[in-house]
C-alpha cells in the first residue's frame, strides 16, 4: 500500500477531510483508498481519487457515513452526526424497505426503567428513536450507580425516571413522558397508552411477577393491544422475548410471555455487562419489526445462558388448558 501526500482540499476550513487523512494505493494499483490511521475506506478503479480531487459530496450519503464513522470528515461536513450512520447500520441490519417513519413515529414505553430498560431506552435513542415514555417508581440508590450509565452520585434519591427523562432530552433531544410511579391494573394501564400515539411496551422490569400483573391489564385495558417486549433475567439465562407484535404471539395469562423460574443455584445478576448484552440484542430486533413488520422474536424466547455461554431460541408453547389462548 502507497501513500499519496495529502492534497490542499483537506483542510477542515474547507468542509473536506481532517487534515491527517491520507490517499493510498492497493499494490496492484487497481483499488485507491482515504486512510486515517489504521482505518482504510477502499473504492475501486479512480473512484478514490476523484473523491480525493473533488471532495466526499460526490458520494450518496451511505458512503459519506462510512468516511463519518471512520471519523475522515471535518466535523462541518454536512453529515448530520448520527443520522446516516444509523442508515448504515439499519441498511445492514434491515436489507430491503424499510419504514423509518414508523420507528421514528413510535411511543416506546419503557416499564420499567432500571439497569436494563434505561439501557434499551438509551439505545434506541442513539439509533433514532424519538418519543418515549419512561415508567417506573424506584428511586436511584447508591448501589444502582455500577449499572446505570444515566446516573452519578449527586442523583441519588431522584426518581429513576425524571433522572432518565433529563439524560435522554439533553444528549439526544428527545421527546419523553416521565411517570414515577408503578403502574398497576386496567385503568393505569389504559391511562398510559391514551397518552401514546403509536405505543411499543418493553416490560425491563426485575420482577417476573409484575410484568405478568402488568401484561394481564395490559390484555384487559384494550381490545386490541399493542405490540410488547418482554426483556429479563431467568435463572442463569439473559432473556429477550418474546416479541408480541400480535396477541397470538403469547398470551400474557397461561404464563408464556413472562417466564418464572424458580432457581436455587446461579441466578443471572444485574450488571452493565448483562444489561448491555441484552439491551443490544433487544433493541436490534425492536429495530427489526418496526421497520419491516417481522422478527426472529416473534413467538420465541431467546436465552443466553452466562454460565455456559450458549443461546437458545425457544418458540413459545401456550398451555393446552388456557381458557383465554386456546379454543
Same mark, same amino acid.
Given at each position: ?55 466526499p ?5 451511505e ?54 430498560g ?49 439524560? =435522554?432530552? @439533553? ?6 413522558? *416521565? ?5 398497576t391494573?386496567? !385503568? #393505569? &394501564?389504559? $391511562? ?6 403509536l405505543?411499543? =411496551?418493553? @416490560? ?6 409484575? *410484568?405478568?400483573r ?5 390484555? !384487559? #385495558? &384494550?381490545? $386490541? ?32 410471555a ?66 383465554v389462548?386456546?379454543?
Amino acid at each position: 500500500m502507497t501513500e499519496h501526500m495529502q492534497s490542499p482540499s483537506t483542510a477542515c476550513g474547507q468542509a473536506q477531510f481532517r487534515t491527517d487523512v491520507r490517499l493510498v494505493h492497493a499494490p496492484d494499483r487497481k483499488r485507491t483508498g482515504l486512510q486515517r490511521g489504521i482505518r482504510v475506506v477502499w473504492f475501486p478503479d479512480n473512484i478514490g481519487n476523484l473523491v480525493w480531487d473533488h471532495g466526499p459530496e460526490l458520494l450518496g450519503p451511505e458512503l459519506r457515513a462510512v468516511l463519518d464513522d471512520a471519523d475522515m470528515l471535518c466535523s462541518n461536513e454536512g453529515v448530520r452526526p448520527g443520522s446516516d450512520r444509523n442508515a448504515v447500520f439499519l441498511t445492514a441490519l434491515c436489507p430491503g424497505p424499510r419504514d423509518l417513519a414508523r420507528f421514528k413515529e413510535t411511543d416506546f414505553v419503557i416499564v420499567g426503567c432500571g439497569g436494563l430498560g434505561s439501557q434499551i431506552a438509551i439505545q434506541l435513542a442513539a439509533l433514532g428513536a424519538r418519543h418515549f415514555m419512561l415508567i417506573d417508581g424506584d428511586r436511584i440508590e447508591a448501589s444502582n450507580l455500577n449499572r446505570l450509565t444515566f446516573a452519578t452520585a449527586a442523583d441519588i434519591g431522584l426518581p429513576k425516571t425524571e433522572t432518565l427523562k433529563g439524560y =435522554l432530552e @439533553l444528549r439526544f433531544g428527545v421527546s419523553v413522558q *416521565a411517570l414515577s410511579e408503578f403502574a398497576t391494573g386496567a !385503568a #393505569a &394501564v389504559q $391511562a398510559i397508552l391514551q397518552r401514546t400515539r403509536l405505543p411499543f =411496551l418493553v @416490560l425491563a422490569g426485575d420482577d417476573a411477577h409484575l *410484568a405478568r400483573r402488568f401484561l394481564r391489564a395490559h390484555h !384487559a #385495558a &384494550v381490545s $386490541a393491544p399493542p405490540p410488547y417486549l418482554h426483556v429479563g433475567y431467568v435463572g442463569a439465562h439473559c432473556m429477550a422475548g418474546p416479541l408480541v407484535a400480535v396477541a397470538e404471539d403469547a398470551c400474557p395469562f397461561c404464563g408464556s410471555a413472562a417466564e418464572i423460574i424458580a432457581d436455587a443455584g446461579f441466578v443471572a445478576p444485574s450488571a452493565l455487562a448483562n444489561n448491555a448484552l441484552i439491551a443490544g440484542f433487544a433493541v436490534s430486533q425492536i429495530a427489526i419489526e418496526r421497520l419491516t413488520r417481522r422478527s426472529v422474536l416473534s413467538g420465541h424466547r431467546w436465552l443466553f445462558d452466562l454460565q455456559t455461554g450458549r443461546t437458545q431460541l425457544r418458540p413459545i408453547l401456550k398451555h393446552p388448558e388456557c381458557k383465554v389462548c386456546q379454543p
